[in-house]
């Protein structure tokens, strides 16, 4: 049985992250049976390191405050990583491989697949070329699905990076319609836009994840999840403004003050896990984020949602728009200059669904070409 190996963000304690990963390997473990398939659990020395207690409490450069609330936020942390585990471990990973062993894939596994999230967001990894598979000798062994750049340019040194690192892959798609107009310009080849993995199964698949149980409050529920501080100030406001019936507002992680543990219209998850937070757009009325997994799953789940874009759109949001602007929903979008929850729109969501299956069943076609041409190689009569 011939081994796959699949490298993305697998240990990242991020949502979308740990969700795009598990859906990729289960979708190609189900559906095609004849091939091993393999999670590779890298670890880059390029993408900074976890905290820990000692290196909060020993860095002089910290405040006591500030330590007293890192060294808060460890514990929920850890409480957290528990949670993602029980994902993690759904998946079938590797040994760990680093800057000294990254060489022994060429022995490990006969293919490999280049996954899905912003594994070539050069700001985000540092520069980490393993996330091109620079250490594997034969390119046509190499094939990528939904990759994501996250950036709407590419620098001129950047250029030369993905030129030589992307020439000879045999088969490249990407996550974002400004991710294929970049590369299609570079490699002068057509480079297919899939659908993110998550998007690979619908509804009824991650529903199954989750409890059914939906918590009865009588009151109209906001979730809300940020990355963007000055996003998490706009969406106050508007709740503020806007919402005239009984509310209480979720907020997960990042988009957590202090006020917001003495409100009583705000309920604080602090260390919600990947199920958690599935369950927490499954059972919000209205959902308002910045991330773009968010999106997908309010997508997925019909809720009415807002998005904010990160501050200066034209970068980590371009993957958003991308979507939006293919489903119909860029009216979604949250507007600086007209800010309003526009709640009254009634969102079709049966169009929306035609365009998810069309694009889902062209991301299926690609993934069916990939394992062909494996067969073909290996004599394997698909």
């Not at 979730?223 to 503020?240: E, G, M, P, Q, R």
């Not at 260390?271 to 927490?280: A, E, N, Q």
């Not at 919000?284 to 773009?292: C, G, H, I, L």
């Amino acid at each position: 049985m011939k081994k796959i190996g699949i490298i993305t963000y697998q240990d990242a304690i991020n949502y979308g992250a740990i969700l795009q990963a598990n859906s990729l390997f289960e979708f190609l473990s189900i559906n095609y049976p004849d091939y091993s398939f393999s999670v590779i659990n890298y670890n880059s020395d390029l993408i900074e390191s976890k905290a820990s207690v000692k290196r909060i409490i020993c860095n002089n450069k910290i405040s006591p405050v500030r330590k007293l609330k890192l060294l808060f936020g460890f514990v929920f942390t850890k409480i957290k990583e528990g949670k993602f585990k029980k994902i993690s471990n759904k998946f079938k990973t590797t040994k760990i491989y680093n800057t000294n062993n990254i060489m022994d894939l060429n022995k490990d596994f006969d293919y490999f697949i280049i996954g899905s999230d912003q594994v070539w967001n050069y700001k985000l990894n540092h520069g980490d070329l393993t996330y091109f598979l620079n250490c594997v000798y034969d390119k046509n062994k190499i094939f990528t699905y939904a990759s994501s750049i996250g950036l709407s340019e590419i620098d001129t040194e950047h250029k030369l990076i993905f030129r030589d690192n992307l020439s000879n892959v045999k088969m490249i798609s990407v996550r974002e319609k400004s991710a294929s107009n970049l590369l299609e310009n570079l490699l002068k080849r057509k480079i297919p836009v899939v659908v993110d993995p998550v998007l690979l199964f619908g509804k009824e698949y991650w529903q199954k994840k989750i409890s059914k149980k939906k918590a009865k409050n009588n009151k109209t529920n906001i979730l809300v999840y940020f990355f963007n501080k000055v996003n998490v100030d706009s969406s106050n406001v508007l709740i503020k403004r806007e919402i005239k019936t009984p509310y209480i507002v979720n907020k997960l992680n990042g988009s957590i003050s202090f006020l917001d543990f003495l409100s009583s219209r705000v309920k604080v998850s602090y260390s919600s896990g990947p199920l958690d937070f599935l369950k927490g757009i499954a059972n919000s009325d209205y959902v308002m984020t910045d991330s773009f997994h968010c999106v997908v799953f309010s997508i997925i789940y019909h809720k009415k949602f807002l998005f904010f874009p990160n501050g200066s759109t034209s970068e980590t949001s371009s993957r958003i728009i991308d979507l939006l602007d293919y489903v119909g929903l860029k009216d979604n979008i949250y507007d600086i200059n007209n800010p309003t929850i526009n709640k009254t729109k009634t969102i079709r969501w049966e169009e929306v669904d035609k365009k998810i299956e069309k694009l889902r069943k062209k991301s299926i076609d690609y993934l069916n070409s990939i394992i062909s041409i494996i067969g073909e190689k290996d004599g394997i009569n698909e």
